[in-house]
């Protein structure tokens, strides 16, 4: 029997303390990277679906979910949307493939008999609370923009997520009638090249952002 191990270097163990192997911990994370310059390889809507099919099982606040998306496509929409974009953003959104305006819905408590049915109450408890479920539905939608930033990676898509934006223009713009609340736009595509012209960054590590009690 041949006592060779080479083999073993094709093949992707987790690395210790993970569950998964590292070319997806690469994929996710460690060779990921927010992305400014895309191709002209389009993004469906099937992919799109297909990312939000698994971002949704991500936890909330009472499963809440209150996390919209407007997809922004067509060469008019796209300059309605740059208008309400600082400069320094602008030719991204207008040259990205699509743009996803990342908003949340202070409406959520509607769907609280359906999503968290052992909470059904909370829906008529809200209902006059417009000030806290803005909160809840901002603070809830942040957290699935960390969901969706990894759910486009794990599709392999490529995001460039962006603030400065007036938001209150955005949503005057596009959310007049359903009320939603825009937080941020992505950009998506395939990157281009690297995608950045910076080089990648330092973290800080654990013993920088931890404590222990």
Same mark, same amino acid.
């Given at each position: 029997m041949s006592t060779e191990t080479n083999v073993l270097e094709d093949l992707d163990f987790p690395t210790p303390g993970y569950a998964i192997g590292d070319d997806v911990a690469d994929l996710l994370f460690r060779q990921a990277r927010t992305v400014g310059a895309f191709t002209d390889e389009p993004v469906t809507d099937e992919q799109l679906a297909a990312v939000y099919d /698994? $971002?949704?099982?991500?936890?909330?606040?009472?499963?809440?979910?209150?996390?919209? =998306?407007?997809?922004?496509? !067509? @060469?008019? %929409?796209?300059?309605?949307?740059?208008?309400?974009?600082?400069?320094?953003?602008?030719?991204?959104?207008?040259?990205?493939?699509?743009? /996803? $305006?990342?908003?949340?819905?202070?409406?959520?408590?509607?769907?609280?008999?359906? =999503?968290?049915?052992?909470? !059904? @109450?909370? %829906?008529?408890?809200?209902?006059?609370?417009?000030?806290?479920r803005e909160q809840m539905a901002?603070?809830?939608?942040?957290?699935?923009?960390?969901?969706?930033?990894?759910?486009?990676?794990?599709?392999?898509?490529?995001?460039?997520?962006?603030?400065?934006?007036?938001?209150?223009?955005?949503?005057?713009?596009?959310?007049?009638?359903?009320?939603?609340?825009s937080q941020l736009i992505v950009n998506v595509g395939h990157r281009e090249g690297e995608g950045t012209r910076h080089p990648r960054a330092a973290r800080l590590g654990y013993d920088q952002v931890s404590l222990t009690v």
């Open positions: /698994l $971002i949704k099982w991500g936890p909330t606040a009472i499963n809440t979910v209150p996390l919209r =998306l407007l997809v922004v496509r !067509s @060469a008019e %929409a796209r300059e309605r949307l740059a208008k309400h974009v600082n400069d320094g953003n602008r030719d991204r959104v207008l040259a990205a493939p699509v743009t /996803l $305006i990342v908003a949340s819905d202070p409406g959520f408590h509607q769907h609280i008999p359906t =999503l968290a049915p052992h909470m !059904s @109450a909370l %829906a008529d408890a809200l209902e006059d609370q417009l000030e806290q901002r603070m809830n939608t942040l957290i699935q923009l960390g969901y969706l930033i990894v759910g486009l990676r794990a599709a392999g898509l490529d995001a460039g997520p962006m603030a400065g934006l007036d938001t209150a223009g955005v949503d005057a713009e596009f959310f007049a009638e359903n009320g939603w609340r």
